[in-house]
């Protein structure tokens, strides 16, 4: 008998203890069992990253999102599904108006054991001012995304950021006790020669470092054509100057790691255009206005946010969420040339939270 409630055991003890609950596992038509969710807490974000986002970006309202209250809520019907690691993503997460009251009621979901992991994907203009308070919910490991230590470079890719306010911000994480992996999105002519400098720095400075593909997601002001940095191109040039051994080392995510010999430090490449990764996606994301996206590169979606304004309790939810899982495809379709202009996925990257 496996119970949340005490009752008679398999000995005939009866017992006012509580045994640990399993959840019911989410299986999706390939036999993956979905058991990370990513929620994007806010499509704003204080940066504009020329990869991302257009620089004249119209957001939704403030009204079409979902409270802290049903953002919660919706969260926690997935751990209750079989989540164990929840992300929040943005936009900037942290830019959202009450945001640690969130985190910290989300935070309850580790402290019960049902989840493993609570974690955010961030820009860090934010993390001087919350990082203490994060490390105190029990956030454990932040990604941070970087993607130039050249000051100019930052502020043009990032058209509005600051690299000293983001670095402050990784330190001061590092201070609370988080572990910060560095994401960066390799891009052809701006951060390509850039990248072994930010291996050694990132390695010398206690973080692992991933590497992106461009991903062709939203209308942006630049062609991703001239953008594209192929990751085994990249990964063939850093063998030149690096040893590189593959190791077996998860997050959880879609990256693949290597260990840098010269470094001692770890080296992560997510791939989505070179190699596809898909075939072990455990991930589901959910967007601020409540819609369930089974596949980042894929336009199909599920609205969760009627059945979770239309009752009290979860069983709609839950129903609309099974239907969902249900049809969760193999993959997606990126493709990046010169004959497809336009993207494969007309939301932005901000919208979804990557």
Do not use: W
């Given at each position: 008998m496996n119970e949340a409630h005490g009752g008679r055991n398999l000995l005939g003890v009866t017992s006012d203890i509580a045994l640990p609950r399993t959840p019911p596992e989410m299986i999706?038509?390939?036999?993956?069992?979905?058991?990370?969710?990513?929620?994007?807490?806010?499509?704003?974000?204080?940066?504009?990253?020329?990869?991302?986002?257009?620089?004249?970006?119209?957001?939704?309202p403030k009204r079409d999102l979902l409270t802290l209250e049903e953002l919660d809520r919706l969260a926690s019907a997935f751990v209750d599904k079989g989540v164990r690691r929840l992300r929040l993503t943005g936009g900037e997460p942290l830019v959202r108006k009450n945001i640690m009251h969130l985190i910290a009621s989300l935070s309850r979901h580790l402290q019960s054991g049902a989840l493993d992991e609570?974690?955010?994907?961030?820009n860090g203009s934010q993390l001087q001012r919350y990082a203490a308070e994060l490390a105190g919910h029990g956030v454990k490991r932040l990604n941070v995304s970087l993607d130039t230590l050249d000051p100019d470079k930052f502020r043009a890719i990032t058209r509005w950021g600051e690299l000293d306010r983001v670095l402050q911000g990784i330190r001061a994480a590092q201070s609370a006790g988080i572990k910060v992996k560095l994401n960066a999105v390799a891009l052809k002519g701006f951060n390509d020669l850039e990248i072994p400098e930010m291996i050694r720095w990132a390695h010398g400075e206690g973080m692992d470092l991933t590497l992106i593909e461009t991903m062709p997601m939203g209308e942006i002001d630049e062609d991703r054509?001239?953008?594209?940095?192929?990751?085994?191109?990249?990964?063939?040039?850093?063998?030149?100057?690096?040893?590189?051994?593959?190791?077996?080392?998860?997050?959880?995510?879609?990256?693949?790691?290597?260990?840098?010999?010269?470094?001692?430090?770890?080296?992560?490449?997510?791939?989505?255009?070179?190699?596809?990764?898909?075939?072990?996606c455990n991930r589901v994301r959910v967007t601020c206005t409540g819609t369930l996206y089974m596949c980042l590169g894929q336009?199909?979606?599920?609205?969760?946010?009627?059945?979770?304004?239309?009752?009290?309790?979860?069983?709609?939810?839950?129903?609309?969420?099974?239907?969902?899982?249900?049809r969760k495809p193999k993959g997606h379709d990126f493709i990046i040339d010169r004959?497809?202009?336009?993207?494969?996925?007309?939301?932005?990257?901000?919208?979804?939270?990557?």
């Open positions: 999706d038509p390939f036999g993956r069992a979905i058991t990370y969710l990513r929620v994007s807490v806010t499509d704003r974000c204080d940066f504009r990253c020329v990869y991302c986002m257009a620089e004249d970006m119209t957001f939704l609570l974690t955010l994907t961030t054509t001239d953008q594209y940095l192929p990751l085994s191109q990249v990964r063939s040039d850093l063998e030149q100057r690096f040893t590189l051994s593959d190791n077996d080392y998860k997050t959880g995510g879609p990256a693949r790691y290597v260990t840098i010999a010269e470094t001692g430090g770890r080296l992560g490449f997510i791939t989505p255009m070179t190699h596809n990764f898909c075939e072990s336009e199909d979606a599920a609205d969760l946010r009627a059945p979770l304004r239309a009752s009290e309790g979860d069983e709609l939810l839950s129903q609309a969420i099974d239907e969902a899982i249900g004959a497809t202009r336009r993207p494969a996925v007309s939301r932005h990257m901000s919208v979804t939270g990557g």
